[in-house]
Structures are given as structure tokens and as C-alpha cells.
């Protein structure tokens, strides 16, 4: 049998009996001849310009490619100890100084090189700048990382040999309503205050745009619409270079809105449940699920609740249109790991999830996510994208309704575009609910963990190994604007602003 190619260097051989010694200086074209006479093999022939070559053994062969296997395996990504990686948050922080990313447990030993990178500079300009640390520095809850070393005990614990934090600069950018507004807000540096999860820095210099009857920076107060883009400090701080500021106002479609998914959810019982059948043709309607009637645990959920209504809606007159009137009310709804909210202030939380929070701090992280969605008109926005929500009733009545700065998507024909507007609202509801549980006095580091939990099996059983995406927001939000635990919250802008 007769193997030939064109233009192909002739391999590196050892010299010797049935070798070749040293290499061809020019490509050329070459065959090998196999032969067999049954019981024993014939040598093997190079035939170079029609030249032949010494006579090797196909044993050679074999284990000239033997060698070549062999080196693949010793050298590819798998087989490379230091190429076993994982990228993420730190998610716990322990005495020792080890920690975990992303649930997996990180183990340093004496010669894990440790790199931090930080940036130098102005929010703008800032530069990176790598340096070596001798041990762990001081973490923080979302801090981003990533770890190379050996995995063990299946997927729980690394053995790390490299790791790398890093805190990237962040430009940001969106529409949210400002719920904050420091009493000393200006400073040199320009006016300070909390929209859309942030604390947010506007310089004088930049030229700001005002909606009548907004006229300039002395109407700045809460309860206002602000578009914004900017660049997040190491501090969390958000320093603007744009910012569009509107009035809330109440428009007769988010009027009538409000009035369509205005009900007493305590009154449905179970012969009002929909059926399957008018789920598949017109979509959840939430205004019949049925209602979960237990005192002790309805009073557990209006207090949290309650206490998670941002201060600025609280003070606002009772006539005030653009007041909401939150309300919660327990459900009988065994296969949704979440609260629906619904324009009208009224939120609708499921018993079978409260049974799997005991903690009011995870059990809060749920109800001022929802509360989040509400204050920021997320229903208004992605309705049916959401999750069809009342979509026959709902969807022509959101069409025009007023949010300044945001294209409204009564229908969304494209699924990609429905899951970008999906994640975008589940990142905004992430950063705001952390600023009304702080406000509150929740634990903020428990957020991301309630919705750990309620990503597992809700027959009971341990969370997931792999973190769902809600999670990931909320940890990315604590690296980036709150960086808890802090020894010195006064070092922190972020943390001193908050009441």
C-alpha cells in the first residue's frame, strides 16, 4: 500500500539502524510503502525525488507516532493542572482569608500567586495597574475574580495556584426615578443623589437637559425621571457625563392601567382559578389566582412588605396620582418562585415561597424586588415580554403611557430583543431592591442567596450548584456599588450617603 504527499517536510527521525538522520532542506514530494505478506511486514521505503532512503522499520513509524499522541495529550488545555479555571463573584468570605467564587470553595496554599488589579486616575482616564500581593487582600461580597488551579472532590473545592481580582470600569447608562436626595447633596465636585440602583455624581460642567417644568439642577428633588450615562468609581459612585431629567407624571393610559389590575386579591378563591386551556389562548391572567388565607403568615408579608416602601412614596399626599398603593396578598401558586407585582401597587406572593425563606432578610429581597418593579413601571415597559401578563387586557392599554427616554414595547415580535428586556429589567430591579433593603435595615448580603434557594427544587433539597441569573446581578451590584463587608464605611461615598 502506498501513502504519498506533496510539498511535506520530511519528519525529524533519530539516525540509526532503520532511521533517517536529520531532515530534508526542501519540501518535496515523498511516498511510504507498506507491505505484508501475511505472517511477517515488510521494511517501510521513503522514495524522496524518486531517491530511496535508508530502510526504518514500521515499528518506528508506529511509535514516531506514538510520540506525537503522546505529546498532544501532556500538553493540550485537559491535561494542563493550571488550566482548570473558574471566573465569577466572590460569594463568601470565611476567618481564614479563604473564600468562595461563585459557591465553589477556593484553597490557598503557600504558593498561590495572588495579582490585584486596580485603576489609577480619573473615572474617565482611569488606567489599569497590576501589582503582586504576598496574601489575600481585603475582600469584599461581588468582588470579581478569577481563580486557576485544581478542581476537587468533583466540582465543590479548587486548589488554587493563580488568582486575579480585578474591579473593571463600569459605564453605565439608563432610565430610572431618582427615590434619593442627600440633604447636603452639593459639593465641589458637583450634586449628589440615588436613582436606578446608583448614587450618582453630576458635574457642574456638564450640560444637563431639563423637561418643563423642571428648569435646572436647583429642581432636582425625588420622585423624578432621570436618563443618564456615566462611568462607576472604584467606590460605586456613578460620575454622569449626560443626564436628562423629567417630571413623573400620570398619563390616561397608565391611568387606566393602574384601574385594570386594581382588584382585591383576597376575595379570589379557588372556583375563580383560570384554566388550562385559557392559559395557552390568553396567558396568565393573575387577577385569578386564587387566594392563600393564614394570619400569621399574611401579617409576616405586610410587614416586610411595608417596611420596604421607599420613604419618598410614603411622604407623597394621598391625592398625589403618581402615589401607589402597595399592597400584598399571599396566593396559592405552587410552581412560580416569584412575587408578580402589578402596576396598580398590588403584589401577589405565593405561600409555598415564603415557606422557603424563614429569613425576613431573603424573604425581604423578593418583596422590594417586586417593589422595584412597580417604582420603576418595569410592566409598562415589557408587557407581554414580561411574562404575559394579562397580555389580552394590558398590552393596548401600556401603548403611550409615559416613561421619559424609553422606547415602550406594547408587543414584542423578536425573542431575542423580549430576552434582553427581560434580563435589563431583572439587572434594574437587582440594584434597586439592594438600595430599599438597606433603607429598611435588611441584611443586603442575604438578597442574593434567597434567590439561590428558590432556584433549587421546591420539594426541598440544596440550592444549585450553578448560580441562577438573578443571583449574579445582586452579587455584581454588591461588588460594584456597596463592596461589603467594609471596615470603614466612611471611605465608602456609597454607604455614607445612605439615611
Same mark, same amino acid.
Given at each position: 500500500?502506498?501513502?504519498?504527499?506533496?510539498? /511535506?517536510?520530511?519528519?525529524?527521525?533519530?539516525?540509526?539502524?532503520?532511521?533517517?538522520?536529520?531532515?530534508?532542506?526542501?519540501?518535496?514530494?515523498?511516498?511510504?510503502?507498506?507491505?505484508?505478506?501475511?505472517? *511477517?511486514?515488510?521494511?517501510?521505503?521513503?522514495?524522496?525525488?524518486?531517491?530511496?532512503?535508508?530502510?526504518?522499520?514500521?515499528?518506528?513509524?508506529?511509535?514516531?507516532?506514538?510520540?506525537?499522541?503522546?505529546?498532544?495529550?501532556?500538553?493540550?488545555?485537559?491535561? $494542563?493542572?493550571?488550566?482548570?479555571?473558574?471566573?465569577?463573584?466572590?460569594?463568601?468570605?470565611?476567618?481564614?482569608?479563604?473564600?468562595?467564587?461563585?459557591?465553589?470553595?477556593?484553597?490557598?496554599?503557600?504558593?498561590?500567586?495572588?495579582?490585584?488589579?486596580?485603576?489609577?486616575?480619573?473615572?474617565?482616564?482611569? $488606567?489599569?495597574?497590576?501589582?503582586?500581593?504576598?496574601?489575600?487582600?481585603?475582600?469584599?461580597?461581588?468582588?470579581?475574580?478569577?481563580?486557576?488551579?485544581?478542581?476537587?472532590?468533583?466540582?465543590?473545592?479548587?486548589?488554587?495556584?493563580?488568582? #486575579?481580582?480585578?474591579?473593571?470600569?463600569? $459605564?453605565?447608562?439608563?432610565?430610572?426615578?431618582?427615590?434619593?436626595?442627600?440633604?447636603?447633596?452639593?459639593?465641589?465636585?458637583?450634586?449628589?443623589?440615588?436613582?436606578?440602583?446608583?448614587?450618582?455624581?453630576?458635574?457642574?460642567?456638564?450640560?444637563?437637559?431639563?423637561?418643563?417644568?423642571?428648569?435646572?439642577?436647583?429642581?432636582?428633588?425625588?420622585?423624578? =425621571?432621570?436618563?443618564?450615562?456615566?462611568?462607576?468609581?472604584?467606590?460605586?459612585?456613578?460620575?454622569?457625563?449626560?443626564?436628562?431629567?423629567?417630571?413623573?407624571?400620570?398619563?390616561?393610559?397608565?391611568?387606566? #392601567?393602574?384601574?385594570?389590575?386594581? /382588584?382585591?386579591?383576597?376575595?379570589?378563591?379557588?372556583?375563580?382559578?383560570?384554566?388550562?386551556?385559557?392559559?395557552?389562548?390568553?396567558?396568565?391572567?393573575?387577577?385569578?389566582?386564587?387566594?392563600?388565607?393564614?394570619?400569621?403568615?399574611?401579617?409576616?408579608?405586610?410587614?416586610?412588605?411595608? *417596611?420596604?416602601?421607599?420613604?419618598?412614596?410614603?411622604?407623597?399626599?394621598?391625592?398625589?396620582?403618581?402615589?401607589?398603593?402597595?399592597?400584598?396578598?399571599?396566593?396559592?401558586?405552587?410552581?412560580?418562585?416569584?412575587?408578580?407585582?402589578?402596576?396598580?401597587?398590588?403584589?401577589?406572593?405565593?405561600?409555598?415561597?415564603?415557606? $422557603?425563606?424563614? /429569613?425576613?432578610?431573603?424573604?425581604?429581597?423578593?418583596?422590594?424586588?417586586?417593589?422595584?418593579?412597580?417604582?420603576?413601571?418595569?410592566?409598562?415597559?415589557?408587557?407581554?415580554?414580561?411574562?404575559?401578563?394579562?397580555?389580552?387586557?394590558?398590552?393596548?392599554?401600556?401603548?403611550?403611557?409615559?416613561?421619559?427616554?424609553?422606547?415602550?414595547?406594547?408587543?414584542?415580535?423578536?425573542?431575542?430583543?423580549?430576552?434582553?428586556?427581560?434580563?435589563?429589567?431583572?439587572?434594574?430591579?437587582?440594584?434597586?431592591?439592594?438600595?430599599?433593603?438597606?433603607?429598611?435595615? /435588611?441584611?443586603?448580603?442575604?438578597?442574593?442567596?434567597? =434567590?439561590?434557594?428558590?432556584?433549587?427544587?421546591?420539594?426541598?433539597?440544596?440550592?444549585?450548584?450553578?448560580?441562577?441569573?438573578?443571583?449574579?446581578?445582586?452579587? *455584581?451590584?454588591?461588588?460594584?456599588?456597596?463592596?461589603?463587608?467594609?471596615?470603614?464605611?466612611?471611605?465608602?461615598?456609597?454607604?455614607?450617603?445612605?439615611?
Amino acid at each position: 500500500m502506498t501513502y504519498c504527499a506533496r510539498n /511535506y517536510p520530511l519528519p525529524l527521525l533519530p539516525s540509526g539502524p532503520g532511521g533517517v538522520g536529520g531532515i530534508t532542506s526542501r519540501r518535496t514530494r515523498h511516498c511510504f510503502i507498506l507491505a505484508s505478506d501475511g505472517a *511477517s511486514s515488510k521494511p517501510a521505503q521513503y522514495l524522496l525525488d524518486e531517491e530511496r532512503a535508508p530502510r526504518y522499520s514500521v515499528a518506528i513509524v508506529r511509535h514516531f507516532i506514538a510520540s506525537i499522541a503522546l505529546a498532544i495529550a501532556l500538553f493540550s488545555p485537559a491535561a $494542563r493542572a493550571d488550566d482548570s479555571f473558574k471566573t465569577g463573584f466572590v460569594t463568601r468570605i470565611a476567618d481564614t482569608g479563604e473564600f468562595d467564587v461563585n459557591g465553589m470553595h477556593v484553597l490557598i496554599g503557600p504558593k498561590t500567586a495572588i495579582t490585584l488589579k486596580s485603576w489609577e486616575g480619573t473615572a474617565v482616564g482611569a $488606567r489599569s495597574v497590576s501589582t503582586k500581593e504576598t496574601k489575600v487582600p481585603a475582600l469584599f461580597l461581588g468582588e470579581r475574580v478569577e481563580v486557576y488551579g485544581d478542581v476537587l472532590n468533583g466540582s465543590s473545592e479548587i486548589r488554587a495556584k493563580r488568582i #486575579l481580582f480585578s474591579m473593571p470600569v463600569n $459605564r453605565v447608562s439608563g432610565v430610572g426615578i431618582i427615590d434619593f436626595v442627600p440633604d447636603s447633596s452639593a459639593s465641589s465636585e458637583g450634586r449628589l443623589f440615588r436613582a436606578d440602583g446608583y448614587v450618582m455624581l453630576i458635574p457642574a460642567a456638564i450640560g444637563a437637559t431639563f423637561a418643563p417644568p423642571l428648569k435646572s439642577l436647583d429642581d432636582l428633588h425625588t420622585n423624578q =425621571w432621570i436618563r443618564y450615562h456615566g462611568t462607576q468609581r472604584p467606590d460605586g459612585v456613578v460620575v454622569l457625563d449626560k443626564a436628562e431629567f423629567s417630571p413623573n407624571t400620570i398619563n390616561h393610559r397608565e391611568d387606566d #392601567l393602574r384601574a385594570k389590575t386594581d /382588584y382585591d386579591p383576597a376575595v379570589i378563591d379557588k372556583g375563580d382559578a383560570q384554566s388550562g386551556v385559557s392559559k395557552v389562548f390568553q396567558g396568565k391572567d393573575i387577577k385569578r389566582l386564587p387566594a392563600w388565607h393564614n394570619a400569621a403568615v399574611q401579617a409576616r408579608v405586610d410587614r416586610i412588605g411595608n *417596611s420596604l416602601v421607599p420613604a419618598f412614596q410614603k411622604a407623597l399626599p394621598e391625592d398625589d396620582p403618581t402615589r401607589i398603593d402597595f399592597r400584598f396578598q399571599l396566593i396559592d401558586e405552587p410552581k412560580h418562585g416569584d412575587s408578580w407585582s402589578m402596576p396598580s401597587g398590588i403584589i401577589l406572593v405565593p405561600y409555598q415561597l415564603v415557606t $422557603r425563606l424563614p /429569613y425576613d432578610s431573603q424573604l425581604a429581597a423578593v418583596l422590594a424586588d417586586s417593589i422595584a418593579e412597580v417604582l420603576e413601571k418595569q410592566d409598562l415597559r415589557t408587557i407581554p415580554a414580561k411574562h404575559k401578563m394579562l397580555a389580552a387586557n394590558i398590552a393596548g392599554a401600556a401603548a403611550g403611557a409615559f416613561i421619559p427616554g424609553v422606547e415602550l414595547a406594547p408587543s414584542v415580535a423578536n425573542f431575542t430583543v423580549g430576552q434582553s428586556m427581560r434580563q435589563h429589567a431583572q439587572q434594574q430591579s437587582a440594584r434597586v431592591s439592594l438600595c430599599l433593603l438597606h433603607d429598611a435595615g /435588611y441584611d443586603i448580603t442575604q438578597a442574593p442567596m434567597a =434567590w439561590w434557594t428558590l432556584a433549587g427544587d421546591p420539594k426541598g433539597g440544596p440550592p444549585p450548584k450553578e448560580m441562577p441569573d438573578h443571583s449574579s446581578f445582586l452579587y *455584581s451590584s454588591l461588588g460594584s456599588s456597596w463592596r461589603v463587608p467594609n471596615p470603614a464605611p466612611e471611605k465608602n461615598l456609597y454607604l455614607a450617603l445612605h439615611p
